[in-house]
Each structure stands twice: as C-alpha cells, then as structure tokens.
C-alpha cells in the first residue's frame, strides 16, 4: 500500500465533510499513473509508486472468488484495465490480453514494454495496490483466474467472447 496516498486521500475526503473524495487519474506520466487530488483550493500530484513498492501482506484466502468482497477491487481494477485498452485501440482480441495476463501472472511487476495490454494492467495494478492490501500472490492468483476467464469466453464464444463479456459489465 501507499500510505502517503492514502493519508493524502483522507485529508481531502476529510476536508471535504463527505463520504468519498474524487480524484483524477492521469495515464500520462512516463513513471506511471499520477493521482490529483484537490485539496486546500489546489491541486495536489501523487505518482504511484512502483508495483514491487506496494504489496501488502495480502488476503491469501484459500480461494480467490472474483466477486468476493475481499479480491473484487484487485480484479475491477485488471478487468477495467484491459477494457480501457480495448476501448482506445478498438482492435484487441482475447489471445493479446490472455498473454499479457499470463506473461504478467509470473512477474507482475516485469517490464511490459511495448506490450500496451500489459502497461494498462500493470497501471491498474499499481493504483488499486496503492488503496488495498494485497501480495504478489494475490495478484498472481487474480491474473491466473482472469487468464481461465479469457480461456473459457474465447473457447464459447469465439475470439473477442471475453472481451464482449467484460464489456456487458462496465
């Protein structure tokens, strides 16, 4: 985790009165995402630190359940990821997102240049690691079930099948 994000987070929502606080995510920043937060009538910058900075102890269930409430931020965050990706590039297919998971599920902290799939991931991963506590196996396991999801939408329904299911749900 982040704490000093965190800490900058609560700050503001605290400011604030309210129960939440927005923030603005920018992809721009060669050293990965930047975090703005308005606060004190100004805009404060936040750059994520580095994926191998912000594992956590993790929850290390016995069984990773997507829609669990302890993995579900760890695997919105991957699938709003590659649904990004495919939203900008409008020609992605399953087989590229299976193996930027699978290449990811071994090191998910790897250089993933110039695998833009991989980057979107990794950048999600970094910005949901940041808020949550989660270890390197949790994430493994997250891109190893995601991968299975891939497998099994591309196998019934063809070569965009998963994409076309995430899609339904963001």
């Given at each position: 985790m ?31 995402p ?20 912000l ?14 409430e302890?993995?579900?931020?760890l695997?919105?965050?991957?699938e ?7 939203r ?7 087989a590229?997102?299976?193996l ?6 071994i ?7 110039p ?9 999600g ?11 390197r ?19 019934a329904?063809?070569?965009y ?9 963001f």
């Open positions: 982040d704490q000093a994000l965190r800490d900058l987070l609560n700050k503001a929502q605290a400011q604030s009165g309210k129960d939440s606080v927005t923030f603005k995510v920018s992809y721009k920043d060669p050293s990965g930047t975090v703005e937060v308005p606060l004190d009538g100004q805009t404060h910058k936040h750059v994520v630190k580095p994926m191998i900075e594992y956590g102890q993790g929850v290390e269930a016995s069984t990773l359940v997507p829609d669990s302890e993995y579900m931020p695997c919105v965050a991957i709003e990821a590659i649904l990004k990706r495919e900008e590039t409008h020609d992605l297919m399953d590229r997102v299976l930027a998971l699978e290449r990811l599920a090191k998910p902290e790897a250089n993933t240049e695998d833009d799939v991989a980057t979107d991931i990794q950048a991963l970094r910005l949901c690691l940041s808020l949550n506590d989660y270890s196996r949790d994430v493994q396991r997250a891109l190893r079930k995601i991968a299975k999801s891939v497998q099994r939408h591309t196998r329904d063809g070569p099948g998963y994409l076309r299911f995430i899609a339904k749900f």
